[in-house]
């Protein structure tokens, strides 16, 4: 069965200092994975997906994340944190068909950015 | 475009009653599912459909029921609600079967349920 591990519950940035979060991901097969945020209140959107094209995935506000399939790892990065980027992010993985098409997602981290 | 509506946004209920959350999306999709979020748990999936007339269970499917009877709407009903079902709800949908080329879940705003 799939898995998603997110590492650390809480982040705190500086505004303008990088963005990492990180995230591995257990599965037997080749995954899908994405990352979603959510803001207060709110519920998810997708930032970026990885669907096996290219490993280096560009997605909205100025995030990326690259799949390294030695690692089973998909980290979330973002070179200049803004204060709009604060809210929780998830990691979650699928795979194509049946059950397993069903998302599992991370417990999530949440991200602070400091002024 | 409304996307995936959930209703009620609040609701607190005592221990044993019953209430239905309802979700309806106007994207034609033919997938969709509801997730329980509790602190520090993230999102765990309660139910899904792929199409009308066909759920499934998810992981934690235990007090909950589940319908599909148009391409709109899944309901979740909780049958005799516990203080162990306090969480925020959502419903998500996507365009094609499940996580396939699109991968893009659409969520609802979320429905808060207390029991006391």
């Known amino acids: 069965a799939q898995s998603v591990t997110q590492l650390g519950s809480h982040v705190s940035v500086s505004e303008g200092a990088l963005v990492l979060l990180r995230c591995n991901y257990s599965s037997s097969v080749p995954p899908y994975l994405f990352w979603y945020v959510q803001y207060p209140n709110q519920g998810l959107q997708l930032l970026l997906k990885?669907?096996?094209?290219?490993?280096l995935v560009k997605g909205i506000n100025g995030f990326e994340a690259e799949f390294k399939k030695s690692e089973t790892s998909f980290h979330l990065t973002k070179p200049s944190a803004h204060m709009s980027d604060a809210a929780e992010y998830f990691c979650a993985v699928s795979h194509y068909g049946g059950s397993q098409g069903n998302l599992i997602f991370g417990k999530g981290t949440k991200l602070s950015v400091k002024p | 475009n409304a996307g995936v509506t959930q209703t009620p946004k609040f609701q607190v209920l005592k221990t044993g009653q019953s209430m239905t959350l309802q979700c309806a999306q106007d994207m034609n999709h033919e997938y969709m599912s509801w997730y329980r979020q509790d602190p520090g748990m993230g999102l765990r999936l309660i139910h899904y459909s792929v199409g009308a007339g066909i759920t499934d269970q998810g992981e934690v499917p235990n007090g909950y029921n589940v319908s599909r009877s148009t391409t709109e709407d899944f309901p979740l009903r909780l049958l005799s609600a516990a203080p162990s079902q306090t969480s925020v709800y959502f419903c998500?949908?996507?365009?094609?079967?499940?996580?396939?080329?699109?991968?893009?879940?659409?969520f609802g705003e979320g429905s808060r349920l207390t029991v006391l």
């Open positions: 990885y669907t096996s094209a290219a490993t």
């Open positions: 998500a949908s996507s365009q094609t079967g499940l996580a396939s080329n699109t991968g893009e879940l659409f």
